[in-house]
């Protein structure tokens, strides 16, 4: 399979920072339009950090900010140290909390996914609506 990256990105480890404190990533935004679509991925049972959290909260009061955590089936890295992206649920973020779960598939989040390049300024709605309301 074809991929986009090129270079395989590497963890940055800010340990030599000394402080309990640490930066935190995110694993992708897309800009669309002036709209801001942010994806946190968790693998297996990972969970945000309570800073990271925190953080996409923040982002999520933000206008034109969409924020999804996406759980991703857990596939070990390969050698280029990447995983294939394989959803099997979404929770958008706002600054109020991080709504429940949404079951999806590849398929079903790369439709969520164009449509919110189609319409970017749907926000959140391309997440939460389903299909046939796109049409409404």
């Not at 050698?79 to 973020?93: A, G």
């Amino acid at each position: 399979m074809n991929t986009y990256f090129k270079y395989a990105q590497v963890a940055t480890d800010f340990s030599s920072l000394q402080n309990k404190c640490l930066p935190t990533n995110l694993d992708g935004i897309t800009e669309r339009n002036g709209h801001f679509l942010v994806i946190e991925c968790k693998h297996g049972n990972e969970q945000p950090s309570g800073g990271q959290a925190w953080m996409l909260r923040a982002f999520g009061g933000v206008p034109k900010f969409t924020v999804l955590i996406v759980h991703c089936e857990h596939v070990e890295a390969d050698e280029k140290r990447t995983r294939p992206f394989i959803p099997v649920s979404y929770s958008i973020v706002t600054a109020d909390c991080i709504q429940l779960q949404v079951p999806t598939s590849i398929e079903d989040f790369r439709q969520r996914y164009q449509k919110w390049l189609d319409n970017s300024e749907l926000g959140a709605k391309a997440f939460e609506q389903e299909s046939k309301q796109w049409e409404a």
